[in-house]
T-cell receptor, first 111, second 109 residues
Framework: EPEVTQTPSHQVTQMGQEVILRCVPISNHLYFYWYRQILGQKVEFLVSFYNNEISEKSEIFDDQFSVERPDGSNFTLKIRSTKLEDSAMYFC?????????FGPGTRLTVT | DAKTTQPNSMESNEEEPVHLPCNHSTISGTDYIHWYRQLPSQGPEYVIHGLTSNVNNRMASLAIAEDRKSSTLILHRATLRDAAVYYCMVQYAGNMLTFGGGTRLMVKP
């Protein structure tokens, strides 16, 4: 069964550094999403991506965040200048319409 | 976005059926009812979705009230591996999911 993969599984970075989180969604999916989950809190939506452009974004997704689907397979989330409060699990997901398939997540730790 | 209300936690015995309720009284006519779960230290996992009719799949059944203001996720025989947080959400197809607190299901051997 196809699955969503995410790399790295754990990323440690210093405050102010740029990070890129990578995701390979299931190949026939059309909609793509990034969510995050701060430890002990609920899953929060960041951004959705369809037809090579952002379709929706939350208040969390400010100018420090960007997404890209550079080659038709990878889906990346970039944080330009990380802050301590960006420490969280980041999940990508893909869907055709109704069912979103989530990756295992990347744990981002900002020190 | 339509809001949902779920109990914070529920307990079940292994091998017994579990009924997880959800209220979504402000659901609109085009919203689908989705259920996802999150096992410890894992990403959310799709369980089932429906619009008006009851739905069955290999994981669970979804019973939807006639007025669509509530629904129940049914696990027919709970196993220890079903211990997770179960999220009920109402969204239009393709839109982002809005996670609430969910119901933490504990399964006792």
């Amino acid at each position: 069964e196809p699955e969503v993969t995410q790399t790295p599984s754990h990323q440690v970075t210093q405050m102010g550094q740029e990070v890129i989180l990578r995701c390979v969604p299931i190949s026939n999916h059309l909609y793509f999403y990034w969510y995050r989950q701060i430890l002990g809190q609920k899953v929060e939506f960041l951004v959705s991506f369809y037809n090579n452009e952002i379709s929706e974004k939350s208040e969390i997704f400010d100018d420090q965040f960007s997404v890209e689907r550079p080659d038709g397979s990878n889906f990346t989330l970039k944080i330009r200048s990380t802050k301590l409060e960006d420490s969280a699990m980041y999940f990508c997901a893909g869907a055709n319409a109704y069912e979103q398939y989530f990756g295992p997540g990347t744990r981002l730790t900002v020190t | 976005d339509a809001k949902t209300t779920q109990p914070n936690s529920m307990e079940s015995n292994e091998e017994e059926p579990v009924h997880l309720p959800c209220n979504h009284s402000t659901i609109s006519g085009t919203d689908y009812i989705h259920w996802y779960r999150q096992l410890p230290s894992q990403g959310p996992e799709y369980v089932i979705h429906g619009l008006t009719s009851n739905v069955n799949n290999r994981m669970a059944s979804l019973a939807i009230a006639e007025d669509r203001k509530s629904s129940t996720l049914i696990l027919h025989r709970a196993t220890l591996r079903d211990a997770a947080v179960y999220y009920c959400m109402v969204q239009y197809a393709g839109n982002m999911l809005t996670f609430g607190g969910g119901t933490r299901l504990m399964v006792k051997p």
